[in-house]
């Protein structure tokens, strides 16, 4: 029988356990503080190479006010490029993978497109496009897609042949097993494939706001390298550092609730056993 020593034992361990953990994860991130901190008080670097802490905080009341209204508009941008091209992405693959037609059709052009560094486009887009916020949002978007087509197109290729067998024995037609079978396979590797994409629409919106952007963080970071104010590009990266990760955790706890029902995340199966179901 389990009394309340046992219970309180076992919440004491449960304790002991979480501060490990977070003793480990923080080791390294406190390091690498003490480190630049000494770094900066020896000297060792110029200040314009490696700000020491107070330049970051002038940076921060330097760029207080200016901060709202570039995250703002930096969160719309990439936002909506990133759900534009998520959609647009998964939508090209599911087509591709579904008709034969479409994919010859549009599988050379895809493949050919696939490949190009898009920021060796934004010239292209600026000739084309002209300086605005659509073209912007067209490239962040240009960007995420094909990370979501090609994901969505090779998860449905890898679909274990059994399970579609198994269905058309059962009297599964084409668009039953295409509803039923298929789409539930390939969700995580959707979603895994969605923080990849979300992870890089950040960095798109800097090449995005490259392209003669009067606002946003990218804006902020140009002004910052014209004067050559290090700390002030730090502290802008550090800030689409948290937006990126914010943005990663809201992701990953959609993704804990919407599959649940897989392997991983119920932790069972050798591979749980092997790496951990987190």
Known sequence: M???????TNRM???GDRSRLLGRKLLVPILLLVAWIVIARLELFRTRVIPPPEAMWKAFLGLYELLPAAILTTLTMTLSGFAIGTVFGTLMGLTMAYSR????FLGTVFDFLRPVPVFALIPLFILWFGIGRAPQIA???MGTSMVLGVTTLEAIRNVPSIYVRAALTLGGNRQHIYRTVILPYIVPHLVGAIRVAAAASWGLDVAAEFMGSQQGLGYLIIMQQVYLRTAGIILLVAVYSTLAVITDTIIAQVEARVTRWTER???IGVVASIVGSA
């Open 2 to 8: 389990t009394g309340p020593t046992s219970k309180k």
């Open 13 to 15: 361990s449960g304790n």
């Open 265 to 267: 995340r119920a932790g």
């Open 101 to 104: 037609a479409v994919r010859e």
């Open 139 to 141: 490239l962040i978007a």
